[in-house]
């Protein structure tokens, strides 16, 4: 008998064998790749009727399956902060029952939670509020846990989230953990600080300097050292070119006859939350809290602004805004697009022959290569990315978050345990000492008032899936044209309306993919200024989204019935790929 694999491939060529297109039509038309290399012609797959469909499109799934059972499953491995620290002081606990003098996890709890994540089990979930193991007394006031449950599904494209892998996270004692959470530090006093303002701001520049000291900072720096242009960028082509918000999140664009006008929604300036103890200790345990409180419209100026932002969209919401704006004003296609560089809509105009002197002279894109294929694919690698990621969270790393490493820091500032935060925060930084005169406190100020979300800190949900979301356009668009009439928001009337933006002498000009990719650092970094995330769960996640984006592409490769030579893009290190 033979073995699945050469069953597979023999069943192909058989199946090949009795299509019934003429030679001497395939010989007029372009190869194209299908399966694995066996190479058919376009109008082959298209007039497949009956039976022989139904196998075809089984055969593709096969080959899919078999390509990506055979990915390799890694070797997960944390920071061993876990098996470390007896009393868990450098993993999440949040929403479990905490010790009210030290904030620390109560050690039942914490067994009985992780007992779940080894089950998987939705009732042993359950049991851990059934029990008595979460924080709060009331039960009516109790927040509860987010979706572990997402880290053990299945998806049906793409490799499967136990096939991909994050390094592991930072230690807790580490000189890159300190650096980080000088960093986040920093980051809330100056969230009401206008991102255009950081070159002459005093305290901007302070931080820049700051982070300079820092021994193991691996944020964007100029000349070795961090900036106030580099300062809470990334380092990705484009992320510290123009502008610290990018052209996707500011230019208005059309939704069909609807105007999307891209002001958002404030919140109150100065308004800072869990920079007390026992709002803090509520806050681990699992306590409700009430809404943030909102004022007003404005384009997005700031830290703050940023923060709301990201902290009510609907997770995808940025880049399917991106691709409206891109294909709404003339944005060419990627050059493998096989219809040509315009997106159509679907009209079926004539071509242009200026524009797209190699396009279609017959057909255009819709279902496949069009404006809807775009704007579903656009989304379409969320929830992909979020089960990669959820994974990572739940079932790897379970990384603290930055909150309960600042409620480590203000218990160590207060002498009621002494734990090991590396010396760089401690001592060389002046960031504790600048906090400490404005809050009395040691603890992380945070954005929100219920601070972080339910889940474990590393990888970011929202880094995911925005590195995946940016990597799908980067792939469907041409990422090397230049950005059309960049804008910023106008400082004369608080960011109610825009200017166009006019560029240092010699600064490079933006491009698609530079302004992608910083939507991607804008989002990323959005949830570290609200203190919800580490620089490190951002990274690695925005290229935990992006080889899960690959993944998906490298599936979709199989299905098109069109020529089509790949999918070319750059990634976030530079390099350029075809899939």
Not at 148 to 155: I, L, N
Not at 261 to 274: F, I, N
Request: net charge neutral; aromatic share 10%.
């Amino acid at each position: 008998m033979k073995p699945k694999k050469q069953k597979i491939r023999a069943d192909r060529r058989a199946f090949l064998n009795t299509l019934g297109v003429s030679a001497g039509i395939a010989a007029s038309l372009p190869a194209i790749s299908f399966l694995s290399g066996a190479k058919v012609y376009a109008d082959d797959i298209g007039p497949q009727g009956g039976r022989a469909r139904a196998e075809s499109s089984e055969r593709i799934r096969q080959e899919v399956a078999e390509r990506e059972s055979n990915v390799r499953i890694p070797d997960h491995q944390d920071n061993g902060d876990e098996a470390l620290y007896p009393s868990k002081i450098g993993n999440y606990s949040k929403n479990l029952k905490h010790d009210p003098t030290t904030g620390e996890v109560d050690p039942a709890a914490y067994q009985a939670m992780i007992g779940a994540i080894s089950t998987g089990r939705f009732a042993d979930f359950e049991a851990l509020a059934l029990n008595g193991h979460f924080g709060s007394a009331d039960p009516s006031a109790q927040r509860r846990l987010v979706n572990p449950g997402s880290g053990y599904a299945f998806d049906l494209e793409g490799t499967d989230s136990h096939q991909l892998k994050l390094r592991p996270a930072p230690k807790f004692a580490s000189a890159q953990e300190a650096g980080e959470a000088a960093e986040l530090y920093w980051m809330a006093l100056l969230r009401d600080t206008n991102f255009a303002d950081y070159d002459s701001s005093a305290l901007a520049q302070a931080a820049a300097a700051d982070l300079s000291k820092m021994s193991d900072f691996r944020g964007p720096k100029e000349g070795g050292a961090v900036t106030t242009k580099t300062l809470f960028r990334d380092a990705y082509p484009g992320c510290t070119v123009g502008p610290y918000i990018s052209q996707f999140l500011l230019q208005p664009c059309n939704f069909g006859s609807m105007r999307i006008d891209t002001r958002m929604v404030a919140v109150t300036p100065g308004v800072d939350y869990m920079t007390d103890f026992a709002s803090w200790l509520s806050v681990q345990n699992g306590v409700n809290t009430p809404p943030i409180p909102t004022s007003g419209w404005a384009y997005c100026r700031n830290g703050r602004d940023l923060t709301h932002y990201v902290n009510i969209d609907a997770l995808f919401e940025a880049y399917f805004v991106s691709c409206i704006n891109l294909l709404g004003n003339g944005y060419f296609a990627n050059a493998g697009n096989p219809y040509g560089r315009i997106y159509d809509g679907g009209a079926g105009r004539p071509r242009n022959t200026l524009l797209d002197p190699n396009g279609s002279l017959a057909q255009v894109g819709f279902g496949t290569f069009g404006g809807p294929a775009v704007l579903t694919l656009a989304c379409e690698p969320a929830t992909r990315a979020l089960k990669d990621v959820w994974y990572q969270k739940w079932l790897v790393h379970r990384r603290l978050r930055p909150e309960e490493f600042g409620g480590r820091v203000e218990v160590n500032r207060l002498g009621t345990r002494h734990y090991p935060i590396h010396g760089d925060l401690l001592n060389v930084s002046t960031v504790l000492g600048n906090v400490f005169s404005k809050y009395g406190t040691n603890l992380l100020p945070m954005a929100f008032p219920e601070g972080s979300p339910n889940h474990t800190s590393y990888g970011s949900g929202h880094a995911t899936v925005a590195g995946a979301c940016v990597t799908m356009l980067k792939a469907l668009f041409d990422d090397q044209q230049l950005i059309k009439n960049p804008v910023v928001p106008n400082p004369a009337d608080g960011g109610q309306t825009l200017i166009p933006y006019v560029a240092p002498s010699g600064e490079p000009p933006m491009t698609v993919g530079g302004e992608l990719n910083k939507v991607v650092s804008n989002v990323s970094q959005g949830r570290n200024i609200a203190g919800v995330h580490w620089r490190s769960d951002a990274a690695a996640s925005n290229l935990l989204g992006e080889a899960a984006t690959i993944s998906m592409l490298k599936d979709m490769r199989q299905t098109f019935s069109e020529p089509f030579n790949g999918f070319a893009f750059v990634k976030f290190d530079g390099t350029p790929v075809t899939i």
